[in-house]
Each structure stands twice: as C-alpha cells, then as structure tokens.
C-alpha cells in the first residue's frame, strides 16, 4: 500500500478515535491560529467601508494598525467630515476621538456591542476583539468543502458568567486558515447577523479574506462591507503608538 494511503488511513482512525475534548481542543487551536493568521503580530492596513441602505450609500476610508490579539487603532482618512475620527482599543477598554471637540471618551463595556460609525458592525467586529478566543468554548460540529478545500463549522458556546451579549457563534473556517463566515445569536439561539468573506486574493504575501460583509438577519437590503485596499504584517508595533496621547496626534 502506498506511503499516502497510510497516511490517510491513519488520519482517518485517529479523528474517528478522538474524544469529545480532543475534538474541543483541536477547535480551539483552530480558531485561534485562523484570529492569529488574519491580524498577524502586527500590522497596517488601508479599508474602505461601504454603509449601504435601500435609499443611500457612505463610504469611509478607515487606516488600520493592530498588534497582537487586544490592540488596535482606527483612524478615519475620508470623507473630509469624519476626518481624524479615531479609535483606540487595548484589551477590554475602548476609546473614541473627536477632533471637532477635541475630545477623547471611554467607551463603557455596555456600548461595545454598538454600531461603529453608523455601520453594521459594532465596537467589538472591527477591532477583532479577542473575546472570541477568551470567553468562548468551541467545537467542530461540520465540515464543507470551498474551492477544493476542507471547511470546519464550529459552534462557540459563551463560557459560564462570561461578558459576552452572544449566546452562540458559528464560525466556518477553510483548512488553510481562511475566515469564510462569523454568525451570531442571540440568547434564545436566534441569528442576529452574519459576517462572510466575498472576495479572497493575495495580500502582503499570504491569501487574505479581501472583501468582508456584515448584514443583520431578515434586512437584506442593509450591510457593511470592508474592502482591503492594502494590507502590511509587521513584526510588531511601538508601545507609543497605541496610547491615548497618539490617539490625539493629526494625521496627513
């Protein structure tokens, strides 16, 4: 028998094998490298957000620094109105900048689940937050199949007391570590909205989930999308960058 077909045959026994806790863990892992492979240690992006509704559509150019899985910076480039509104988030806590009043606010835990700049997604969705990874348990309850790849569908079930508003999540992550969708549900397990990738292509020398949307249930004619315009992994980031004082600093 071929050196390949023993490999598989192995695979195969050892996944049938696995007990509910392997599986768990293996779940686990998964999502946190598919968090990792996205933001990378560090990095700096370009975005341009689409707001669309039936009867008008925004757009905003959004530059993007990030480093780790808890610290983020967004700074509004365009349309000149909401230039230099900016947001700081590290760990938990959250800030917003507003340079017509000049003026930084905390954002309380109990606004983070809401809409960021009028868009679908919220506080917490644009920053990536890592309470995905902290406050959830997660299992492989599927698979698929896109473009030829495997795809895991995985339930992620809020831990006990945890500070999450979601009562489930349902992740469908491809083999090579793509994001394809992100659900969420409310308490009684009813979908709320969901986030799918539409376009993949080449971005700072890895595949990248391009074109992302986020559209709540039953509005179908409502969503947000963020389109990479261009995207850097770093090695990392200075501590001076991510502080209140930066937050404030004018950009060109």
């Known amino acids: 028998m071929k050196k390949n077909t023993w490999i598989s045959l192995l695979a195969f026994v050892f ?100 809409s960021w700049m009028g868009s679908d997604f919220s506080n917490n969705d644009l920053s990536k937050s890592d309470s995905l990874l902290t406050d959830y348990t997660h299992s492989i309850i599927g698979t698929e199949t896109d473009d030829g790849k495997n795809v895991y569908v995985i339930k992620s079930m809020p831990k006990p007391d945890a500070p999450v508003i979601w009562g489930m999540q349902r992740l469908k992550i491809r083999e090579d570590l793509i994001w394809l969708s992100q659900e969420f549900f409310d308490e009684d397990l009813k979908p709320v909205k969901e986030m799918t990738t539409l376009e993949i292509q080449m971005l700072a020398g890895r595949l990248f989930p391009k074109v992302w949307r986020m559209r709540k249930a039953e509005e179908k004619g409502k969503y947000t999308l963020l389109n990479y315009k261009s995207l850097i992994f770093k090695s990392s980031l200075p501590d001076s960058f991510f502080t209140l004082a930066n937050l404030r600093k004018p950009r060109r």
Do not use: C
């Not at 863990?25 to 996205?38: K, M, P």
């Not at 230039?83 to 800030?95: A, F, I, S, V, Y």
């Not at 954002?107 to 809401?114: D, K, L």
């Open 15 to 114: 996944i049938s094998s696995s007990s509910p806790s392997t599986l768990a863990l293996n779940a686990n892992q998964l999502v946190e490298d598919s968090f990792n492979y996205v933001r990378g240690k560090a990095s700096v992006s370009t975005v341009m957000m689409t707001i669309h509704r039936p009867d008008w559509q925004r757009k905003m150019t959004i530059r993007a620094w990030t480093r780790g899985q808890k610290e983020s910076l967004f700074y509004i480039d365009a349309p000149p109105k909401d230039h230099g509104n900016g947001t700081l988030k590290k760990g938990r806590e959250m800030w917003m900048y507003n340079p017509k009043v000049n003026r930084v606010i905390k954002v309380p835990p109990s606004m983070m689940s809401q």
